[in-house]
């Protein structure tokens, strides 16, 4: 009888364990979180670039994936390059920035880097939705640098006066990492946008290591990609600095590698070339990266190496395009014109007509406007105006990709306009904005551009992911007819 009691008693005990285990795996997050929440950061008020008031724990750290980094404006050492590999994380995240991944940057300079300022050096560096360029007080920075972990002891022997840290985390779950600022853009960026909220995101299993394919560089790329590629293209347009495609042909190797070696120094000395890079590009100066000798002899030749290809491939492209007489794609134009329209105001009647007589049109191009008839092809069905414009983009980014490749013209007065909210292009008439993603509640959300853009080609298949915008509007929106 006593052996039974004590059965019981343990199977009791045990059922007792089991719920206690059990409510703390269903405890929310934030009960789990206590430690690295409200209790511990400061919550103390900060400025934005646009000089908007924030608090810094109930409006940028709760709830979200963030990544915190100190700079300061005026700085010549490793500030450019941290800001410049964020603005590579940055692109990498793409629509994810401001909607589940947010950037810090705080000044540790509050006297000279005003929000003006800081607008500024947001700007040269491309910042887009959901990073923040932050001052406040020299007493709350403080406090903010050092709960975070960012905080450098001042060492005579670092002119920069701070470690370039960059603390990446989520404050629901509790994780925190602390990595270099300056480290891979795209180790940063899967840090960021996967480990953080892996358990939410995952999909499928990862493979093995062991499946990873051999890396093959060419000479000079990766050390290019490590000190170069965060500001630089080469034939890609300037970016945070100059285009390098040429350079070598246009400056002397040894003025290149002095430069390269220490441009402080050399806009020190008043060397005319180097205080004009830094009038144009400033606040983005190039800072003293510390590129051994030899490195520096691989850039120069992989930019040599990589600018002869390109001067090569732009030829071959010219004598392409004059052999071919540039397309007319005035013709679609009328029939997308008014698609257009009827989106901007929240209408759909007659777009299938009009995707019908686009396709047509398209098909008489032949084989090179396949990508614009499936397209058009895709709006002339039954569906929600959200996924009218999600095809509409898809279409516009057809006829934009058909032009730029084909030199082809659009019919006099087509514009092409571009909207940030959305990031998307469009083509349309007139000198008004008139936005067929938003439609009538932003109408004018938008701006014209000069140039042709680079748009990704749509796919073969011509089918198209509903984007955000869509599926919030999906429910309210009449089927197209």
Known sequence: MQSRGRVVRALVLAMCAGAALMAVDAAPAEAQNARWGANYFPNVTLTTQDNRKVRFY??????????????????????????????????LLGDRMGRDVFFYSITIDPAFDTPAVLKEYAAKFDAGPGWLFLTGSQEDIDLISRKTGLYSEPDPKNPDGHTPHLLVGNEV???????????????LATTIGTWLNSWRTATAPTRSYADAPKLEFAPGEYVFGKHCAACHTIGGGDR??????????????????????????????????????????????????????????????????????????????????????????????????RIQQALNLGKVDGVREHARDIATRAKALGPDAEA??????????????????????????????????????????????????????????????QNPYYGQTMSDCGRFVTDLPTVTPPAGSGTATRSATGRSQARADKPAR
């Open 58 to 91: 109930d409006d940028l750290i709760k709830g979200k994936i963030v990544a915190v980094n100190l700079i300061y404006t005026s700085c010549k050492y490793a500030c450019p390059l941290e800001t410049a590999r964020l603005a590579q994380v940055q692109r």
């Open 372 to 433: 614009i008839r499936l397209a058009a092809t895709a709006i002339d069905r039954p569906q929600a105006i959200a996924d009218v414009r999600t095809t509409f983009g898809t279409l516009g980014d057809a006829l934009i990709s058909y032009a730029k490749d084909r030199h082809a013209t659009f019919g006099a007065g087509v514009k092409v306009a571009y909207c940030p909210m959305a990031r998307k292009y469009w083509l349309q008439r007139g000198e008004t904005i």
């Open 240 to 337: 945070i600095g100059p285009d390098l495609a040429g350079v070598t042909a246009r400056r002397d190797s040894a003025w290149l590698s002095k430069f390269i070696s220490a441009p402080d120094a050399m806009r020190a000395s008043g060397d005319p070339t180097a205080k004009a890079l830094a009038a144009k590009y400033t606040p983005a100066l190039m800072p003293r990266l510390g590129v051994a000798e030899e490195d520096i002899a691989q850039i120069l030749t992989y930019i040599k190496t990589q600018s002869d290809a390109a001067r090569a491939a732009a030829a071959n492209k010219s004598a392409g395009a004059a052999a071919t007489p540039a397309a007319d794609l005035s013709a679609l134009m009328d029939p997308y014109v």
């Open 173 to 187: 779950t509790g994780q925190w990492i602390r990595n270099s600022g300056v480290d891979d853009p795209k180790f």
